[in-house]
């Protein structure tokens, strides 16, 4: 029913996460209605994206030049590491403006259904730089799932006998839910994490 090249536009945006067949078309004929320069504006951010944007070589947080602006910043906090397993994690607290220490991006985590071991994941990278820059504190902020608590544990063992603080984001029921439908990991998790009322 469409043109060939408008289809395989609507298949292309049909890749995207979250992005279904009416999203998509209205996504390829708004790009039909954009003037030249909007449209050579579109292509260029593409084409930069793709070809910039990459690892932070000390911390793996997504950027486009060879250490990003955290690392290079000299207003952080430089004895804390916030440990995450994607980039968008670290987007995301830095739009919260809170947290003003370091992070760490790791390549995912350990899964052993899946044949994803600890060397798999880079934490040799996140031991030397613990090592190397005198880390005092690592708070892990891994996804709460039985793959987080494995690769949280892991980590909590290997830095076993070093000086050094280990923490993880507190977790538990959220505001608003209905207990009878909370997972009983969350709520172990809650019951543990209980702080004193003030």
Do not use: W
């Not at 090249?5 to 298949?11: E, G, Y």
């Not at 932070?56 to 804390?80: A, F, H, P, Q, V």
């Not at 987007?91 to 220490?101: D, V």
């Amino acid at each position: 029913m469409y043109p060939d090249s408008l289809k395989n536009l609507i298949d292309s945006f049909q890749n995207f996460p979250g992005i279904g067949e009416k999203t998509a078309e209205r996504m390829a004929f708004s790009i039909l209605s954009f003037d030249s320069d909007k449209f050579q504006s579109l292509q260029n951010n593409l084409d930069e994206v793709k070809n910039k944007v990459h690892a932070c070589k000390n911390c793996n947080t997504l950027t486009d030049k060879e250490l990003c602006s955290i690392c290079e910043s000299n207003l952080r906090n430089k004895d804390t590491i916030l440990v995450v397993e994607d980039s968008k994690i670290v987007f995301l607290f830095e739009k919260l403006g809170t947290y003003k220490g370091l992070y760490h991006v790791i390549n995912g985590l350990i899964s052993p259904l899946d044949n994803i071991n600890p060397e798999d994941i880079g934490l040799d990278k996140l031991m030397d730089r613990i090592k190397k820059e005198n880390i005092k504190e690592v708070i892990l902020a891994l996804k709460p799932s039985v793959e987080g608590e494995i690769t949280s544990l892991y980590i909590r063992k290997i830095l076993d006998g070093m000086s050094i603080v280990v923490t993880r984001l507190a977790s538990g029921v959220p505001i608003g839910a209905d207990m009878e439908y909370i997972d009983t990991l969350t709520l172990e998790r809650a019951l543990e994490d209980r702080k004193k009322i003030e």
